[in-house]
């Protein structure tokens, strides 16, 4: 019950900093905001300087999920709070060092797209299974994991936007097997790695609406996030249902709804969530301060 409270106080303490600080949003909604992993997929936006967001999924609660912090204009920190809290409630009681930062290169330009790089490292103290279904395990053992993308983004300037990521993930001590007694399908890497690739499409027809679709192969940001060699694919749409609001609270209030499904080959085996009807929430704003 102790860990429950902590951890709702450390939630309403995140979401209340715009309106500690103050806060402003974007006019346009969805249509202008920075979108950083929209349906799973990678950009090459980075935000404002002291813009924020903060994630939570329904799957973490009663711990806080994830956020973003816009360093500066052209550098973007995810601040991993699940791992990082999460560490401390048990062995060995210390937070999960995980970092990610996005780097912008260049803006568009004409025919020429955005680009940034991107770096996230995560270093598990124990054995974690970051999935654990009927038909599939996949764990992740005590060892690091770590990629290394170049995001491309193209805007069309009719609110349509194109997204292409590619880079290499580095393992360490990664199982992914089927439960099949009889017909086994599984691997263990000690040391591995991988390629990924992904490609992304937006349509923000609306400011309070957007529409996503990505296919990939390799490492992923928001659903099983850090697992190499798996095929994606992820659709959905994002909502600002109350973005002309004057409460701070309901108008930087976004939500995410999304369907995937996954294929792992060294196990032959899938995980599919195809109607999107579990969202994660999220509030964007930017500090005045």
Known sequence: MKTIK???????????VCFVFGYDTSPEGLQSEVLLHPADGFTAYTLKKNEFVYCQSPFTLPMPSWAWWGITDKITAEIDLL????????????????????????????LRPAIAYETMFQYLWRTQNQSDQENLRIERQSGGSWYNHINFSWNTKNNLYFHFSTGLTYTQNLLIENKDSINYKGRFFSETINPDVSLSVDWRPK???STHFTSSYGTTFVYLDNIPRKYQVSYGFRIAPFYKNKFGFLKTLRAEFIGFYMWMPDAQEEIESVVPIFPYLYWQWTSNN
Not at 7 to 14: G, K, R, S, T
Not at 83 to 110: A, D, H, M, T, Y
């Open 207 to 209: 400011p309070w609406l």
């Open 6 to 16: 902590i951890a709702i106080l450390f939630i309403l303490l995140n979401i209340s």
């Open 83 to 110: 791992p990082l809290i999460g560490g401390f409630f048990q062995e060995p009681f210390l937070p999960v060092p995980s970092f990610n930062f996005r780097f912008k290169i260049v803006e568009q330009k004409s």
